[in-house]
């Protein structure tokens, strides 16, 4: 998620080419300029005006073409939009212009797996996993077991998600991941085992809740299944998990 500054009316109402210091107008370098535009893009698609997050998104990349931040973020907005040509084009450039950013593998990477090139897409899950700078390791291999799972081969999905844990132990997303594949492919018990696992680290989820439930009707103890609904709809009345659990 790419995280912006909240900008003040008086950003909002800035030219971003120049400011004033000591009674002198100075030019701002490009590289402040697409700075400027980066963030005011991201705010205008968090905020739902995707026409003026392109127009600010292209600025930046024009004013500083090295931005690979800012080449992610308009793939991401192509995306939105239904362009998958220039999509594919943004995040490419972000590849060429960062080519040992591990985040940037990893955005490409979901790109990928989203258009169904699953093989490139586990090539560059794998390549953001092992940059050692990466502080997020567990993150790209479990998409990567995701983008597996759709492939599908289950084979290699699970592989990615026990290697997530090897890095991170406790990382909630892959042991859903591994939990909700132990039911998929009817081995409840084993899936009890690795949710019971995230909920020692974790507060409960809806979807946690929801999967304890199906876990537990699979196995039998009712006692359990029924405690699992109840914590479900007392604590998250409004979830789709609640949702589908209520309509059965």
């Known amino acids: 998620m790419v995280r912006a500054l909240l900008l003040t009316v008086a950003a909002l109402l800035c030219t971003a080419c120049v400011t004033e210091s000591g009674g002198r107008v100075l030019k701002e370098s490009p590289e402040d300029a697409a700075a400027y535009n980066f963030r005011l893009g991201v705010e205008y698609m968090r905020s739902g005006k995707l026409r003026q997050a392109r127009d ?140 019971e696992r995230l909920m020692q680290g974790a507060d409960p989820a809806a979807e946690t809740l929801l999967m304890g439930w199906r876990i537990e009707t699979a196995l039998g103890d009712q006692r359990a299944a029924d405690d699992y609904a109840d914590r479900l709809v007392e604590l998250f009345p409004e979830s789709r998990e609640a949702e589908q659990f209520k309509g059965g």
Request: aromatic share 10%.
């Open 56 to 195: 600010r998104l292209e600025s930046s990349v024009k004013q500083n073409p090295d931005f690979a931040q800012a080449h992610v973020t308009l793939g991401l907005l192509y995306k939105r939009i239904d362009e998958p040509k220039l999509a594919e084009k943004a995040f490419r450039d972000a590849i060429r212009v960062a080519p040992g950013e591990a985040a940037v593998q990893n955005s490409y990477a979901i790109f990928l797996c989203g258009k169904r090139r699953f093989d490139q897409a586990e090539k560059y899950f794998v390549r953001a996993a092992r940059n050692p700078l990466y502080s997020t390791p567990a993150a790209a291999l479990t998409n990567a077991g995701v983008c597996m799972r759709n492939k599908p081969d289950t084979e290699a999905a699970e592989r990615y998600f026990r290697q997530a844990l090897d890095v991170n132990a406790t990382f909630g997303d892959a042991l859903i991941q591994l939990a909700d594949l132990k039911m998929t492919t009817g081995n409840p018990l084993s899936a009890r085992a690795f949710l």
